[in-house]
């Protein structure tokens, strides 16, 4: 019986699921120069859908220089850039801006929001560029960050751990399959970065595709795998 079993023809090894799922982040040859500095250096790297990569590496590594550029922000000097299969590195901003509002949801360390907006209506401006104002909807995104009550308030009348949640909320308000986060938790105490941390792993539960930037190993290890970088190039990955 064991002979038999011996016999029959086995199934090709399909590799590790990673290998098997479409690819949606993808560089080739990725260089961004700037001037004497080469923050990335001929880096390779792959994304599948509703993987969750954390990107880590001493500062000045090239973290928030790769992350611009997989947000469609920044083109890179030299390289390919594929966003689900498509080349975006030649593309115009305009055009860049358009596949951002559809696809992608960026967390920043710095949170980039209109002073003179409330709370509410920084994250409605995020869904004004993609043509549908929603202002129930984008309640319920403050809601899912804890901060239905501070709706109304301007951001000077928030702390950095909320306004850092306005951010998230307003980076999920259109429902992106990607979520690129820059240290999302760098400036939130330890109960603010609980809330962060659990909201990226319901995402990626929904099988959102996260790439995460981050110091903190213990936030870095909660991803299925870390890209560590250095000089701007692939030092090692962790695979968990
Ligand atoms: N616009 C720019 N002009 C010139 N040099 C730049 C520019 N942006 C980044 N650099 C340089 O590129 C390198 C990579 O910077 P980057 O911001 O990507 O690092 P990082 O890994 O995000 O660091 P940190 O952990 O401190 O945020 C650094 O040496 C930085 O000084
Ligand atoms: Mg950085």
């Keep these: 019986m064991f002979e038999a079993a011996e016999t029959e023809p086995r199934p090709a090894d399909p590799g590790p699921a990673r290998d098997r799922a479409k690819s949606v982040i993808r560089t080739e040859g990725l260089s961004m120069i700037f001037g004497a500095v ?20 001493p500062s000045g590594s090239g973290k928030t220089t790769l992350l611009n550029i997989l947000s469609c922000l920044d ?33 920043f360390q710095q949170f980039h ?17 993609h043509s549908v104002a ?18 109304d308030h301007l951001p000077s009348q928030l702390s950095g751990g909320e306004k850092q949640r306005v951010c998230i909320a307003r980076a999920l308000v259109n429902e992106p399959a990607i979520i690129l986060a820059d240290e999302p938790t760098g400036n939130l105490d330890e109960e603010n970065e609980k809330v962060v941390v659990e909201l990226l792993q319901r995402l990626h539960g929904e099988g959102r595709t996260i790439a995460l930037v981050t110091h ?23 695979i968990r």
């Design 134 to 151: 929603d202002a129930g909807e984008a309640r319920e995104h403050l809601g899912n960050v804890g901060l239905a009550d501070r709706a």
């Design 38 to 57: 080469r923050a990335l250096d001929r880096l390779d790297i792959d994304i599948a859908e509703g993987e969750f990569v954390s990107i880590m590496g």
């Design 216 to 238: 903190n190993p213990e936030m870095g290890a909660l991803a299925g795998r870390t890209i560590y970088l250095r000089h701007g190039r692939l030092d090692r990955q962790v």
């Design 113 to 129: 929001l209109i002073p003179y907006l409330t709370a509410l209506e920084n994250v409605m401006l995020a869904q004004h560029y």
């Design 75 to 107: 083109t890179p000097s030299e390289g390919v850039y594929r966003l689900d299969g498509v080349d975006v590195s030649g593309m115009s901003e305009q055009q860049r801006a358009m596949i951002r509002r559809e696809k992608i949801g960026l967390v």
